[in-house]
């Protein structure tokens, strides 16, 4: 039913029943979207997630049996874009695939630089991609946009609400700490790529802030939290 209803949206559409299967396929495949069910025989949705972002950054949006919070921590930890609780209206998924394919192309990013440098930290705006000393970091859409805000404002405090817009284009819901898990897990991966220069700091009661070193080493913002 979701095949035949995304097709009268116009979009194309593939399916496989695994995600060993999918896995496989990727390669051939080179979907713009994967629509992703948690609840599938064998590996589960979420294992297959945490081995696509291995080698894949294409764009994924998981469906959740509920919508509990630990299932949106888990789906962002592995590396999702968005998520939707089941059942849900298939009007709604369209709506889903259509905002995280434009957001993913960069269309409703902020506009910088094509290439913007912060210390050891070069994010390339037109490719969508950072790098680290030349190397590339594997961000996440999600990822991806939210340390694109904070680039945007560096020194500036933006609200978890703003970072939950910016990052999966919803309003932020009550007792929802999905942004914080994911500003958390861009910190690990920035840190593991040893990125010097930028340094996402949390204000407690009011948000994130990056706080970017000048070239004597003096951070910009003065920010503590």
Known sequence: MLV???????????????GERALK????????????????????????LRRL?????VPVIMLTARGEEQDRIAGLMAGADDYLPKPFNPMELAARVRAVLKRSSGSSAPSIEESSGFGN???????????????????????????EALLQRQGEVLSRAELTEVAVGRPLEPYDRSIDTLVSKLRRKLAL???????IRSLRGHGYVLDVARPDGNGTSGGRG
């Open 193 to 199: 790529a040893g990125a010097r220069g930028a340094e």
């Open 121 to 147: 930290l070069v994010l390339h705006d037109k490719r969508r991609e950072v790098r680290v000393d030349g190397s590339s970091v594997p961000l996440t859409a999600t990822e991806l946009r939210v340390l």
């Open 25 to 48: 396929e990727m390669p051939h495949l080179a979907p713009d979207l994967l629509v992703l069910d948690v609840g599938l025989p064998g590996i589960d949705g979420f294992e297959t």
């Open 4 to 18: 035949e209803y995304l097709e009268m949206q116009g979009f194309q559409v593939k399916t496989v029943g695994s």
């Open 53 to 57: 972002r291995l080698e894949h950054a």
